[in-house]
């Protein structure tokens, strides 16, 4: 079946620094990739798709220059939150297409004091 | 993406079949239904999808009406380790992909 990773799976950091969150395709090959968000008791929700070799596009009302993605390549996706706050504070997700479906990394939960 | 709407929560005792509906009534020709539960504190893990046939796998079996505006996700023996959030998505595959959530149903699993 199709594998998707994520690193770390939780970081604890201090206000103002950044924080990079890596997505991995391990036995595929993904072009575009998912960036998800979940605060606590709510659903999923899409902050961006990550494209490899181009911009990524953004979901209305996220802020692209504090949320950095890179598609580097055809398995690995990164997200840095830059100059986090507290209220970044958030599981952090990541998907990747495999033929007609979707698969989940297990989340990155970041804590930011 | 055509919206889905499902109970918010549901109860089912450890052992018996769980039926989770979705109602999902705008949904146009080309669009799949799919499944997928998330554990507290993991992501989202695919369960099964189906476009007008009825499907199972080893984890569930789907059932959509004929008319294609519900569906139910059957979990033929619950337990514990399946108390979860569950989704109902329609998405048409292939295209941009990104799934959106609604709120789902948590499902909890009584022993």
């Known amino acids: 079946g199709a594998v998707v990773s994520q690193h770390p799976s939780w970081v604890i950091c201090k206000s103002g620094t950044s924080v990079k969150i890596e997505c991995r395709s391990l036995?595929?090959?993904?072009?575009?990739m998912f960036w998800y968000r979940q605060f606590p008791k709510q659903s999923l929700m899409l902050m961006a798709t990550?494209?490899?070799?181009?911009?990524?596009?953004?979901e209305q009302g996220v802020e692209k220059d504090k949320f950095l993605i890179n598609h580097a390549s055809l398995t690995l996706s990164t997200l840095t939150v830059t100059s986090a706050h507290p209220e970044d504070s958030s599981f952090y997700i990541c998907?990747?297409?495999?033929?007609?479906?979707?698969?989940f990394g297990p989340g990155t939960r970041l804590l930011v004091l | 993406d055509a919206k889905t709407t499902q109970p918010t929560s549901m109860d089912c005792a450890e052992g018996r079949a769980a039926n989770l509906p979705c109602n999902h009534s705008t949904i146009s020709g080309n669009e799949y239904v799919y499944w997928y539960r998330q554990i507290h504190s993991q992501g989202p893990q695919y369960i099964i999808h189906g476009l007008k046939n009825n499907e199972t796998n080893e984890m569930a079996s789907l059932i959509i009406t004929e008319d294609r505006k519900s569906s139910t996700l059957i979990l033929p023996h619950a337990t514990l380790r399946d108390t979860a959030v569950y989704y109902c998505?329609?998405?048409?595959?292939?295209?941009?992909?990104?799934?959106?959530f609604g709120t789902g149903t948590s499902l909890t699993v009584i022993p």
């Open positions: 998907s990747a297409p495999y033929r007609e479906t979707q698969y």
């Open positions: 990550s494209n490899e070799g181009s911009k990524a596009t953004y």
């Open positions: 998505i329609v998405r048409v595959p292939f295209t941009g992909n990104q799934f959106y």
């Open positions: 036995d595929f090959q993904a072009t575009t």
